[in-house]
């Protein structure tokens, strides 16, 4: 696959997580199409990871992949999008569920039209500790009061994103001082104005779970880096600034990138199958019964 061939590229950036990589992987690399590479950047696992990714790059089913140290989960993920040699970027988280006819639609829709930077779409959010129970939420008011320029900035989540990567010379990558990365990430990019469109459908769902560790541990710099974050991008706040789902993940990821330590409470050692094969029946039904629409 030449690099002028690929229009989308997949990244993941994961450490020690073998048991999710194996259901996320699996079914990524089922739906691959012709046109489409996977990127896997592995921080240096100790659990099994790095053979795993290594031997599915030496069968060609993954296209790039390296393993070494990241000082941070920015660091690992901004490798990745540096090495993407797709047109469109989609980030791949490894414990997360994704709807992939959404996210191509989502890339076509920006194939199609080379002025959009970004696209993001509605939320879903689930927890393997209560499976059935899936929430709905939506930034499209908030992406609508920024589109009419009430608000210089806004929130949303990563895990739903689609960058055109050359857009990545203006509003450039994570910002590997934030631990609240996405967060800060999103403020940046509406504030400088990138072109961004709405998809009402659902192209990710994310999954928490027992391995989320307390985040009052970091009360003091998530709030020091909220107040940060609000005065450089003039963000007035709202309900979902910095939510509880996001701060489960900054501790999972200070557990990932901790030196010399196996992170044995981010790994499940049940069998999670079964239940992301619910998810993935949901997120495909949820979708089917929604399949969205485009808002510029």
Known sequence: MGKLDINLSF???????????????????????????????????????????????????????????????????????????????????????????????CADFMLANSEVDVVISNELNASLNNQEQISKSSRLSQFESWKQKRTASFTFSDVHILIRKSALS???????????????????????????????????????????VSANKNAKLVHHQGERARLMYNYPGDAAEITLWSRLKINIGKILYSKNKIPTNTTYKEDITEAYSYFYLKIDEINNQNPGIFII
């Open 170 to 212: 203006y509003i450039g990558l994570y910002h590997t001082d934030f631990v609240m990365m996405d967060w800060e990430y999103a403020l940046r990019m509406s504030f400088l104005r990138a072109k961004i469109v709405y998809f009402t459908g659902y192209n990710a769902l994310s999954v928490g779970h027992a391995g989320s």
């Open 11 to 105: 990244i993941i950036s994961t450490r020690n997580r073998l048991n999710f990589l194996k259901i996320t992987l699996t079914i990524l690399i089922q739906n691959l199409n012709p046109g489409e590479e996977i990127v896997v950047v592995d921080g240096d696992s100790n659990d099994g990871s790095k053979d795993y990714l290594l031997q599915l790059f030496n069968e060609g089913k993954i296209h790039q992949f390296i393993s070494e140290p990241d000082r941070n989960q920015a660091h690992g993920w901004n490798k990745a999008m540096l090495m993407a040699r797709g047109l469109i970027i989609k980030k791949i988280i490894d414990d997360d569920v994704f709807h992939y006819s959404a996210i191509r639609k």
